[in-house]
């Protein structure tokens, strides 16, 4: 009888512990579905969103508070002149496949980018790399036209991330890069699985799997979370649903800063918008409050610029865009459309554009300019505003850090050209020195400001909601991910 009951107490304790194992799996949820895996092919911000330190590395990388850390290159150093950089690599570094990692992959994977047929969205990121020299297996050369100041964090994004030559092609598809997780599944319309990588060459994930799980629909994601079919939803699509979420203890809601810089884009290449007059109208036609307040139920911060709030160099000019209707009016009329103008508003599906949509058409049509809305899915937003510049008006959030230089491209999609513009980037480019780079931020944010190139609506908080054990998860985000590498759940 005591055997028996030695056995019982046993089978007890095994069952105990097997009950309080520390769970390794994640299910992330995300509103938009990547077009397809490749970040060195693509815009599209939810690429990254599963891809940016999961699967890929940069020589550099963010940190969550926005810092530049070492990568793949675990120290370099700058030519007095500022016009060579030596990268010294991480040694032992093997791809997903088990191909190694050397020089030959950054100088590949640069010239990639810098190539006149580069798909790379990002190929200013690149201007003035001149060369790239191996010089050994574990040691890479970055020759530049003048000094580059923003080098290192251009090197972070995830658009700069380094790839294998045998693996390149069929990034879109099946990803392999270097990262702690890798590429298990794609179940389009559905999800994507990562697995933890055994042979990564730092700290390994503390997740087995993470599940990237694609709810388009705002009510859908609540009830995922409600359900536990999701385990967190770092951008939840419902800020009307965060008190709910608050008021349960099961789950921490996560408000923090973004990178996202939410605007009316509008096509400076199309009649009426190529009018000054017209531009400054729609942006004292805007009352900005009311959109934060309407769309995004009070979570999020005016802009006046293309510009980051919590940058240090940024400037508020939100007061030469007050919501003004009477002096929109009088606008339109100096500019010649005293009766205003049809135009089109191209929704892609994020809430802050569809229920922001709604709001803004309405704001334009107090002042007489009568805004169509056309609601698109993100694959047809990407085709046909984005590459194509087939649109009047549009709203989209610009994720990407510190992306002011986009202004200076003739050929983006707002199809602004301005050569003093141009000037002042380029100027940026080759400074380094921190007080002048303010100087020369501050200098480029008033100049797109006078200029209302856009509609500067607000910068987008970043409203998650996860379950209450989870941990590592990110506040902010200073670009545009999920990092789990350190993400594990509690006992």
Known sequence: MKSTQLVLAGGLLLFAGAAHAQQ???????????????????????????????????????????????????SWEIAPDGLSWVFNLRQGVTFHDGAPFTAEDVAFSLERAIAED???????????????????DVTVEIGLDVPKGALLSNLAWGDAVIVSPGSAETNTTEPVGTGPFRFSNWVQGDSVELVRNPDYWGEPAKLEQVTFKFISDPTAAFAALMAGDVDAFPVFPAP??????????????????????????????????????????????????????GAMFGYGTPIGSHFAPHHPAYVDLTGMSEYDPELARSLLEEAGYPDGFETTLTLPPPSYARRGGEIIASQLREVGIDAEIINVEWAQWLEQVFKAKDYGLSIVSHTEPMDIGIY??????????????AALMHELDATADTEDRASLLEAAQTRIAENYVNGYLFQLAKTGVADAKIRGLWENSPTQANDVTAVYWEE
């Open 24 to 74: 390794t799996d994640l299910v992330l949820g995300m509103q938009l579905e990547p077009p397809h895996l490749d970040p060195t092919s693509a815009a599209a911000a939810a690429i990254d969103e599963v891809t940016y330190a999961n699967v890929f590395e940069g020589l550099t990388r963010f940190a969550s508070d926005g810092s530049v850390l070492p990568g793949l290159a675990e």
């Open 118 to 136: 580069s798909t790379n969205a990002q190929k200013q990121l690149f201007d003035g790399i001149n060369s790239v020299n191996v010089i050994d």
């Open 240 to 293: 009307e649903n965060l008190a709910q979420f608050e008021a349960d203890p099961r789950f921490n809601v996560i408000v923090g800063s973004t990178e996202g810089e939410t605007i009316l884009s509008t096509n400076n290449g199309r009649e009426p918008f190529d009018n000054i007059l017209v531009r400054e109208a729609i942006a004292h036609a805007i009352d900005r409050q009311a959109i934060i307040d």
């Open 408 to 421: 200076a491209r003739d050929d983006y999609y707002f199809d602004y050209r301005d050569p003093v513009m």
